[in-house]
């Protein structure tokens, strides 16, 4: 992804943003932190500082926030964190680029949910973020993304969907292939018809393009980035954690990393 697709990308969530909240109403941000927080403790984390990249409208960080984290937060859509902003004011939000972060200290914790990362098109941008991601955290610091499977894109990003949510109507159109193969490139339409004054309607377009990347490809690119991967686990429906990732099972991917010993980025 070069300069100019990351802005797209960014462009099309500054008109998301508005709709986010309501389109992602089905999902369970506080049981899937309790899951993640319960893996993280297993792994040995301590400390309570963190740093949540690609935040959008702040509904990952919210539950960390709540459980007493002191939470920095980061996304390249400047409506998203406004969004984010009114929901939790106290919050440090940046606008950042997750490939290219600024010097934003380092961190106990460091996640990317909500598949964020498999928008980065080439390996080079996930590699990128990766090290972004490695200069985040302190020694004994933990890293912790999702991504999406290829199932997820075999299924939702190969079929329709329409939902209604507080008067708004959300049209899902996938143009992925049912048979999509490991590090395809997928694409949906998403069309948003929101009631206004009057009668009418109005309408808004984003459209998610985003790659699947499969699982030695993201170990290799971590080692690469100064990071050791630590497991690679399949998220049920529930948002629970299964040890192992299964492809044709799971739609999602969770990761954790963590610096390699002896190779804390400077």
Not at 92 to 114: A, M, P
Not at 239 to 262: M, N
Request: glycine share 8%; net charge negative; hydrophobic share 40%.
């Amino acid at each position: 992804m070069n300069a100019t697709a990351c802005a797209s990308t960014a462009r099309e969530y500054d008109a998301f943003a508005p709709f986010y909240d309501d389109f992602t109403a089905a999902s369970d941000y506080e049981t899937w932190t309790g899951h993640v927080l319960e893996l993280a403790a297993s792994l040995g984390l301590t400390g309570r500082s963190l740093l949540d990249l690609a935040c959008g409208t702040g509904k990952s960080f919210l539950p960390f926030l709540e459980r007493g984290f002191e939470v920095t937060a980061c996304d390249a859509s400047s409506a998203m964190l406004e969004e984010a902003a009114r929901k939790a004011p106290g919050v440090t939000l940046v606008h950042e680029d997750v490939r290219e972060l600024g010097s934003l200290g380092r961190f106990d914790l460091v996640t990317c949910f909500d598949d964020s990362l498999n928008y980065l098109l080439d390996e080079d941008d996930l590699s990128r973020s990766f090290g972004s991601i490695a200069a985040s955290l302190h020694p004994a610091g933990l890293a912790l993304f999702d991504l999406n499977t290829l199932l997820a894109y075999r299924t939702i990003f190969a079929s329709d969907a329409v939902t209604v949510r507080d008067e708004a109507v959300f049209a899902w159109q996938g143009e992925t292939a049912a048979d999509a193969p490991p590090g395809c490139l997928a694409a949906a339409q998403l069309e948003i018809f929101a009631p206004r004054d009057g009668g009418l309607y109005e309408r808004v377009r984003s459209r998610h393009v985003q790659r699947h990347i499969p699982a030695a490809r993201v170990t290799a690119l971590l080692g690469e980035a100064g990071l050791d991967c630590l497991g690679v686990h399949g998220v049920r429906d529930d948002g629970s954690l299964e040890p192992q990732l299964d492809e044709t099972r799971h739609l999602k991917v969770l990761y954790a990393a963590r610096l390699t010993k002896g190779g804390d980025t400077p």
